[in-house]
């Protein structure tokens, strides 16, 4: 029992002189990574020994499975490697510390023997190669090459623009994408943003640029005809979901109700506003995209000329230069009627509110316009002896020609309820309104207002309104007051009227009788006026 006894304590001696010393001690490690032998001193060749790190990043070769070895054992004096992996931490201030310890394999009191490793954190660099790609509209799956030795991740910017895992490594990769079909008319462009670790790295942008195409809208209807008067219409814009788009009218008839922009399908409203001129073509555009839009004139209204007549007397059938007249028909004037306008030059307007009077062409004066009736003044050029062809011309639309005979002289009086029977218009001595309760004197000039008395000397233009020089008619006049010759003085233009309107002063004779309703006839050039009117006499 003795024996064994001592035979125990002397084995204890012995194993407790396995003690191990390696070198190096420590080691200092690129942060790339390296392979380092490591030589292990024991003081027998029956001492056990066995390594293992602390950290994952130390490894001792490969084991059979094919995986880095973790650990490993050896007797006696040996040597083993360790392989330190390169470090994608790229945090300058800590590069990272790891240990592999070798121990007595058998129980023992010795402490295990430590190396202790160190290794810098890299300097980092980040690259794309290439850094751009121009696709189709038809989408494609591509990638390119993030070069770097450091921690990374991407993303994308864009749904349509898809990554492939891996989205992220710790070293150099090819980063694969997926871009889908452009369903839209405008090219669009989406950024793969690759980050590094190291905050000292600026982000490296992959740019994706995809064509469009015009034939990724279209819209229908493509046309549309409206009518005369206003009109709503829509059609359909078809695109794809997520595109966008506008719609602009090229024209300011056809304003845009509804749908002046978009995305994806949509519809777009007008409206074509009343035509009241000539027919027309609008369009509305969406991107390439045209709209076209007819719409006709409105339905043409006759201007139909019917009768012209002695503004004074309402006598028919020839006319004569400067001869006031009213022309008869249907639309050949606004509905409300127009009275004559003087315009800034002083002479009267030969358009009212868009009715023309044309002798063989030639604009006239006019004095009043309406549906039914025009008041114009012949030209003076007309020559007599000739025959002129008469126009009535209202919103550009003319009527049939009316023809009658120029003559030299076509006299009339006018009278006060403008019928050309009754009561003229005849002024008193005094300028007052001679009426049947307001009679001239015998002996008494009266002042007679007429039409139709022909060329004046000076010439009257047309238009024109009466001044001095007055111009006097260049014909024979004669006035007959119940029958009786009443000698005339003035007989020319009415001042301040409008050049046809002439005036004759005639003496009231001393021997005419008395009465409410004298006749009273003028002659010019050896023409009479119609019959009928009267003047009052006391």
């Not at 910017?157 to 980063?175: D, K, S």
């Not at 980050?195 to 990724?216: E, K, M, R, W």
């Not at 979901?241 to 090229?250: I, L, N, Y």
């Not at 002083?346 to 009736?373: C, H, M, P, W």
């Amino acid at each position: 029992m003795r024996f064994f006894v001592l035979l125990v304590a002397a084995a204890a001696r012995l194993a407790a002189q396995c003690t191990y010393t390696a070198a190096p001690a420590t080691s200092s490690i690129p942060a790339t990574g390296d392979t380092r032998p490591v030589t292990v001193n024991a003081p027998a060749d029956t001492c056990t020994w066995q390594y293992s790190a602390d950290a994952t990043w130390i490894t001792f070769g490969v084991a059979p499975n094919g995986q880095p070895n973790i650990f490993g054992q050896g007797t006696g004096n040996g040597t083993f490697s360790f392989t330190a992996a390169p470090n994608p931490d790229p945090n300058p201030a800590n590069g990272r510390v790891g240990h592999i310890q070798i121990i007595d394999t058998k129980p023992s009191v010795n402490q295990p023997f430590l190396i202790t490793i160190t290794q810098d954190a890299p300097v980092c660099t980040l690259a794309l190669n290439p850094t751009s790609a121009n696709l189709g509209l038809g989408g494609a799956t591509a990638s390119f090459n993030v070069q770097t030795n450091c921690r990374w991740g991407a993303g994308s910017n864009q749904t349509w623009a898809t990554l492939a895992p891996p989205t992220g490594g710790t070293a150099n990769a090819a980063l694969t994408y997926t871009a889908a079909a452009n369903p839209c008319v405008s090219s669009r462009t989406a950024s793969i943003t690759v980050q590094s670790a190291s905050v000292f790295l600026t982000n490296q942008l992959y740019t994706i640029a995809q064509d469009g195409s015009p034939d990724n809208l279209t819209i229908a209807p493509t046309s549309f005809a409206a009518d005369a008067d206003e009109t709503t219409g829509s059609f359909a814009v078809n695109t794809g979901t997520a595109c966008g788009w506008g719609a602009t009218s090229e024209v300011s008839w056809l304003p845009i109700l509804s749908g002046t922009s978009g995305v994806g399908n949509g519809r777009v409203g007008f409206k074509a506003i009343k035509n009241t001129g000539v027919a027309r073509t609008g369009t509305i555009r969406v991107g390439t995209r045209v709209f076209t839009v007819t719409q006709p004139a409105q339905p043409v209204t006759p201007v139909v000329l019917t009768a012209l007549a002695n503004a004074a007397s309402g006598g028919q059938g020839s006319v004569s230069p400067g001869e006031i007249v009213e022309l008869f028909g249907t639309n050949i004037g606004p509905v409300k009627g127009v009275g004559t306008q003087v315009l800034p030059d002083g002479t009267v307007a030969k358009n009212l509110s868009g009715t023309r009077v044309l002798f063989d062409g030639k604009e006239s004066a006019l004095t009043y316009s309406s549906a039914i009736q025009v008041n114009a003044v012949v030209p003076y050029s007309l020559a007599p002896g000739t025959t002129t062809q008469i126009v009535v011309e209202y919103q550009g639309v003319k009527s049939t020609a009316l023809a009658l005979p120029v003559r030299a002289v076509t006299p009339g009086i006018f009278t006060q309820d403008s019928s050309g029977l009754g009561n003229g218009a005849i002024l008193n001595q005094n300028y007052d309104i001679n009426t049947r309760l307001n009679p001239a004197a015998r002996g008494d000039i009266i002042m007679i207002y007429a039409t139709g008395g022909g060329i004046t000397n000076p010439p009257s233009s047309d238009g024109s309104v009466t001044g001095v020089p007055l111009p006097l008619l260049t014909l024979p006049v004669t006035v007959t007051i119940g029958g009786i010759d009443a000698p005339v003085g003035y007989k020319g233009g009415a001042p301040s009227a409008v050049a046809g309107v002439t005036q004759i002063n005639a003496q009231v004779p001393s021997t005419v009788t008395p009465g409410t309703a004298v006749p009273i006839l003028i002659t010019i050039g050896g023409v009479p006026s119609p019959p009928g009117v009267t003047v009052a006499v006391k």
